[in-house]
C-alpha cells in the first residue's frame, strides 16, 4: 500500500530557529504539493512540482519559506528563521496528473509548533 | 477567482441520521469536484470525484452529484456511522492544475 510519508510528525522548536520538513512522494508519482493547514485559514497551498520543477510556489512567504526536491524520492520545505505564526501542519501531497483527474495523496502531516 | 464554499460545521448527527454537506463552487470552465476526509491526526484521504457534469462519485455509502447548473457537489449518506466522524473537505481543481479547497466541515455522529 503506497503512501507518502513525512518526517517529522511533530516538531517543536523556538522562534528564530530553522526547520526543515521532509516529504517522500509515492514512488513514480511526478507531482508534489506542499500545504498548510491552520484552524483560521484553513488548507493553503504554498508550492507544487512537477518533475521536480517548482510549478508555482506563490503561495509561499519567500522571505523565510523554501521548498525543493533535490530528486524523484524526497521534497523539503524550509523556514528560516521560524516564527510563531508559522505554527501549522503542513501537509505534503503527491499525485500523476492525467487531464482533470488527477488525484491527490496526503501524507500525514508535520505538526509544527514555533514557541 | 475560483472558489469552493461549504456549509459551516461542525455538524453533530446520530447514528443512523441522514447526512447533507453542501458544497457550491466558482470556477472557470468545468473543474473536477471532489470530497476528501479528514480523520483525527490524519492527512487529508479522497472519498470521491466527480469529473463532468451529472457524474455521481460514490464511494463507502457517500454520493455526490456534479451539478452544473447549480454549481454545487453536495456531500450525502443515507445512514451515518460513529465512523465517520471526520472533517469533510469539497475542493475542485482548477485550469491551472491546483486543488482549491472548502474550509471543510467538522462532522461528528454520536451512538
Known amino acids: 500500500d503506497a503512501r507518502v510519508t513525512q518526517t517529522p510528525r511533530h516538531k517543536v522548536t523556538e522562534m528564530g530557529q530553522e526547520v526543515t520538513m521532509r516529504c517522500q512522494p509515492i514512488?513514480?508519482?511526478?507531482?508534489v504539493f506542499w500545504y498548510r493547514q491552520t484552524m483560521m485559514q484553513g488548507l493553503e497551498l504554498l508550492a507544487y512540482f512537477r518533475n521536480r520543477a517548482p510549478l508555482d510556489d506563490s503561495g509561499m512567504p519567500k522571505d523565510r519559506f523554501s521548498a525543493e526536491m533535490p530528486d524523484a524520492t524526497l521534497a523539503t520545505l524550509k523556514i528560516q528563521p521560524s516564527e510563531p505564526r508559522d505554527s501549522a501542519v503542513y501537509f505534503c501531497?503527491?499525485?500523476?496528473?492525467?487531464?482533470?483527474?488527477?488525484?491527490?495523496?496526503f501524507g500525514p502531516g508535520t505538526r509544527l509548533t514555533v514557541l | 477567482g475560483d472558489s469552493v464554499t461549504q456549509m459551516e460545521g461542525p455538524v453533530t448527527l446520530s447514528e443512523e441520521a441522514f447526512l447533507t454537506i453542501n458544497c457550491t463552487y466558482t470556477a472557470t470552465g468545468y473543474p473536477s469536484l471532489f470530497w476528501y476526509v479528514q480523520y483525527p491526526g490524519e492527512g487529508l484521504q479522497l472519498l470521491l470525484k466527480a469529473t463532468k457534469a451529472d457524474d455521481k462519485g460514490s464511494n463507502k455509502g457517500f454520493e455526490a452529484t456534479y451539478r452544473k447548473e447549480t454549481t454545487s457537489f453536495h456531500l450525502e449518506k443515507g445512514s451515518v456511522q460513529v465512523s465517520d466522524s471526520a472533517v469533510y473537505f469539497c475542493a475542485l481543481r482548477n485550469q491551472g492544475g491546483k486543488l482549491i479547497f472548502g474550509q471543510g466541515t467538522e462532522l461528528s455522529v454520536k451512538p
Open positions: 501531497a503527491s499525485g500523476l496528473p492525467a487531464a482533470s483527474t488527477d488525484t491527490q495523496y
Open positions: 514512488l513514480g508519482h511526478n507531482t
